[in-house]
C-alpha cells in the first residue's frame, strides 16, 4: 500500500498506541449490566468503538519494516551529505546498524511493541550508516525519531582502516532511565563495537536480555549488525594484506 508521508507517519504513530483495556473492561460491565438488569448497551458500544479506533489506520509489522527500509535508504543518503564524500569514492555498499533508543531524549515520545510476528520494534532507534573508501571506514551516527522522519543527534566518525584493531559483538553493563519502565541494569548487553588502536571505540546497543523481558518478552533482531560485522572484517583483511 501506498501512501503520503503525512499518513504514513501517523500511521506509525498508531502502531505503538497502547491496546485500550478500558474498552475491554466498558463491554464486560455493559455485559453484566445486561445480564442483571437489561441495561448496559450504551457501555457496550463506547466499548466497541474503541476497539474499533484501536485497530483503524495500524500498519502491519510487514509494512513498519518496510518503512523502516525507506528511511535508512533516505539516511544513507544523508549519510553521504554529512561525511562529505560522493558515491564514486566508495569502495563497497554502505551497511547499516540499528538498536533501540529508549532514554536520554528530550522531547521526543518513546515507543516500543513486539508485533504478531514476536519482534520488538522501538521509536526512537539508534542509526549508524557506515561507508567505506579506499583507506577509510566513515560512521555516521543519529537518532531516528521513526514517528516523524526527523534525524536526531547526528554524528559522523573516521577510521582509517589500519587504525582498526577489532570489529565485533560483545556485552557490556549499562544502567538506563527508560519511561514507562524505570531504571532498568542491563548487565549483559550486546553492542555492535569498533575499537581502534589508539583505544578509541565506537558501539551501539542491539540488544539485552533484561530489557527483552521488561518489555514482556520476544525478539530483537542484530541481522544488521552481523552482516556489518562481516563486511567490515572483509575489507580489514584486504586492506592488512
Known amino acids: 500500500m501506498t501512501v503520503d508521508e503525512k499518513t504514513k507517519r501517523k500511521m506509525i504513530y498508531n502502531y505503538f498506541k497502547p491496546f485500550p483495556k478500558w474498552a475491554v473492561i466498558l463491554i464486560i460491565i455493559g455485559l453484566l449490566l445486561i445480564a442483571a438488569n437489561g441495561v448496559g448497551i450504551i457501555l457496550i458500544v ?24 525507506e528511511d535508512l535508504i533516505n539516511l544513507g543518503k544523508r ?4 561525511v562529505d564524500i560522493e558515491s564514486p569514492a ?21 515507543f516500543f511493541k513486539k508485533g ?16 567505506f573508501t579506499q583507506n577509510q571506514l566513515l560512521g555516521y551516527a543519529c537518532v531516528l525519531d521513526f514517528t516523524t522522519g526527523n534525524a536526531l543527534n547526528e554524528s559522523t566518525e573516521e577510521y582509517f582502516y ?3 584493531v577489532s570489529v565485533s559483538t ?13 531504571i532498568v541494569q542491563m548487565n549483559a548487553a550486546e553492542t555492535f563495537t569498533i575499537t581502534t ?6 558501539s551501539i546497543i542491539l540488544r539485552d536480555p533484561t530489557l527483552i523481558k521488561k518489555l514482556g518478552g520476544g525478539e530483537i533482531p542484530t541481522t544488521r549488525a552481523e ?3 562481516q563486511e567490515i572484517r572483509k575489507l580489514l583483511r584486504e586492506k592488512k594484506i
Open 116 to 131: 504478531k510476528d514476536n519482534i520488538i520494534r522501538f521509536a526512537p532507534i539508534n542509526v549508524d550508516i557506515i561507508n
Open 79 to 82: 549519510a553521504l551529505i554529512k
Open 197 to 202: 588502536a589508539g583505544g578509541t571505540s565506537f
Open 90 to 110: 566508495l569502495i563497497s555498499y554502505a551497511v547499516a546498524v540499528t538498536g533501540p533508543r529508549l532514554w536520554d531524549i528530550s522531547g521526543v515520545n518513546i
Open 227 to 229: 552482516k556489518a560485522i
Open 162 to 164: 589500519k587504525d582498526i
Open 46 to 69: 463506547i466499548g466497541i468503538v474503541g476497539l474499533v479506533l484501536y485497530n483503524k489506520g495500524k500498519p502491519t509489522d510487514k509494512q513498519m519494516d518496510e518503512w523502516l527500509e
Open 170 to 182: 560483545r556485552t557490556e553493563s549499562r544502567t538506563v532511565n527508560i519511561p514507562k519502565l524505570g
